[in-house]
C-alpha cells in the first residue's frame, strides 16, 4: 500500500491550490484519511480529517478557507485550499488508516511522501 500526494506549487498569497491523495495497492478498507503539514522549522501538525462516511473536521487555522472531500471508490482525498496565506506554506503529508486484509488483527496508518506548497507575499 502506498500514499500518492500531488498539487503542491508555488501561488500567491490570496491564491487556492488543490492537493490530491490517492491510495494505490489491494486494500480491504479505507477508514480515516488525514491533511498534516509541516512548516519550516516547526512541529508537524495535523490540519484536516475526514471519516469513510465523509465527516470532516479542520484545525482552526485552516477553518473555512479548507475543504475536504473523498472519493473511496477511486480511493482518493481531496484538499481545496482557498484564501491562502504565507503561513500556509509548508510541506503537506496525507495520511489514511488502511484496513489492508480483513484477516489482520488491527488497521494500520499508512502516510505519503509530502508534497510542498508555498505561499508568497
Known amino acids: 500500500v502506498q500514499l500518492q500526494a500531488s498539487g503542491g506549487g508555488l501561488v500567491q498569497a490570496g491564491g487556492s491550490l488543490n492537493l490530491s491523495c490517492t491510495v494505490s495497492?489491494?486494500?480491504?478498507?479505507?477508514?480515516?484519511m488525514s491533511w498534516y503539514r509541516q512548516a519550516p522549522g516547526k512541529q508537524r501538525e495535523l490540519i484536516a480529517d475526514i471519516t469513510r462516511e465523509g465527516i470532516d473536521k479542520y484545525a482552526d487555522s485552516v477553518k473555512e478557507r479548507f475543504t475536504l472531500s473523498r472519493d473511496n471508490r477511486k480511493k482518493m482525498m481531496f484538499l481545496q485550499m482557498k484564501s491562502l496565506k504565507p503561513e500556509d506554506t509548508a510541506v503537506y503529508y496525507c495520511?489514511?488508516?488502511?484496513?489492508?486484509?480483513?484477516?489482520?488483527?488491527?488497521?494500520?496508518?499508512?502516510w505519503g511522501q509530502g508534497t510542498l506548497v508555498t505561499v508568497s507575499s
Open positions: 495520511t489514511a488508516n488502511i484496513w489492508v486484509d480483513p484477516v489482520d488483527v488491527e488497521s494500520k496508518t499508512y
Open positions: 495497492g489491494s486494500t480491504f478498507s479505507i477508514n480515516a
